[in-house]
């Protein structure tokens, strides 16, 4: 115990104690200022200040439901700019010593006028009697405005948690409804209309939430096999998440005229890739690289929509690794 005492108390003095004074080797070049505590302590204090506000900015980051937020993450972030650039003013007006001269420095082309230059540099800091517990306050400082820099970055996505992605809320027997919670009825499923629909009583927000789900003629489909079951009536549905860049499927083409196109396709508006129903999904046009996850439905006594399944693949684009797994369904309660 008396050893780790004589530790901390080391540590303490390192740290806080005054920094012995410098040998003098030759004749000064730039002339002793005279110490400042006051200086010494405004910097240390606005270097604290700095630091409170930048983990201040990561705490109000953590409240995601804060009144107000983006406000408070401001004022945080700008206090701590403000209380930082101060402490570097009042460095720079009472704890360095100013030279004045007469013509420039001469480049340093010899030995001598380099050890010169570096002397300057070291006398410079004569009036700091404080110097290690002013780089223990300016690295908190510094150290803290790093970690608020880089925790917005959280928002990009989990890092180590990714199986929110692969899972989806569906599971069999679960009725689609509508965006005001309406169940879907096979009997009012009109052909050449697009309908979008959900999980009941489940998170929208998820993304293998949403489905879209339309209506063909059965003798024009022609599903993979294993498929035959998985649109009664006609009716199917596809996640609503496009396989390329995880857009949202917004177009439903269905031509008037034969010649003008071929069939009834699901598009995406943001980089037009085009999917058939009619075929499971598969890519027609465009950059997604794979089709869209189906839906297997069966239509209860009632005439309602509701899931037989999951997905016939993982839900969104393939570059967040989609490939490497299949959908998932709802964890267990």
């Excluded at 180590?160 to 919670?181: I, M, N, S």
């Excluded at 199917?236 to 083409?253: D, E, F, N, Q, V």
Aim: hydrophobic share 45%; proline share 10%.
């Amino acid at each position: 115990m008396s050893r780790l005492w004589k530790w901390l108390v080391s540590a303490v003095v390192l740290l806080l104690g005054r920094r012995p004074p410098r040998l003098e080797r030759d004749e000064r070049i730039v002339p002793a200022g005279e110490p400042s505590p006051r200086a010494e302590f405004a910097v240390l204090a606005l270097l604290g200040l700095a630091t409170l506000c930048a983990v201040g900015f990561v705490v109000v980051y953590a409240f995601n439901h804060l009144a107000h937020q983006t406000q408070y993450l401001g004022l945080s972030l700008g206090l701590a700019l403000a209380f930082l650039a101060a402490a570097c003013v009042v460095v720079s007006k009472r704890l360095v010593v100013e030279e004045q001269i007469e013509e420039d420095y001469p480049p340093p082309a010899h030995p001598e006028e380099i050890e010169e230059i570096e002397r300057i540099v070291e006398e410079s800091d004569s009036r700091f009697t404080r110097k290690r517990l002013l780089v223990l306050g300016a690295g908190a400082a510094g150290g803290a405005l790093g970690v608020a820099a880089i925790t917005p970055a959280l928002s990009l996505g989990p890092f180590l948690q990714t199986d929110p992605f692969y899972a989806t809320p569906w599971r069999r027997g679960l009725r689609l409804v509508d965006e005001l919670g309406k169940p879907l009825l096979a009997d009012e499923i009109e052909e050449s209309t697009f309908y979008t629909a959900y999980p009941e009583r489940a998170n929208r927000e998820q993304i293998g939430a949403p489905l879209v789900v339309v209506r063909l003629s059965p003798s024009e489909l022609h599903l993979p096999d294993g498929r035959g079951g998985w649109a009664p009536r006609g009716i199917l549905a596809y996640s609503k998440i496009c396989t390329h860049a995880g857009c949202a499927i917004g177009l439903y083409r269905t031509p008037l005229f034969a010649p003008a196109e071929p069939k009834p396709a699901l598009v995406c508006p943001c980089h037009y890739s085009t999917f058939d129903p009619a075929t499971g999904g598969t890519v027609l046009f465009g950059p997604a690289g794979r089709p869209l996850p189906q839906l297997p439905l069966e239509v209860d006594g009632k005439g309602e929509l509701r899931a037989a399944g999951n997905f016939s693949g993982p839900v969104g684009p393939s570059w967040w690794g989609v490939r490497l797994h299949g959908a998932r369904g709802p964890a267990a309660p």
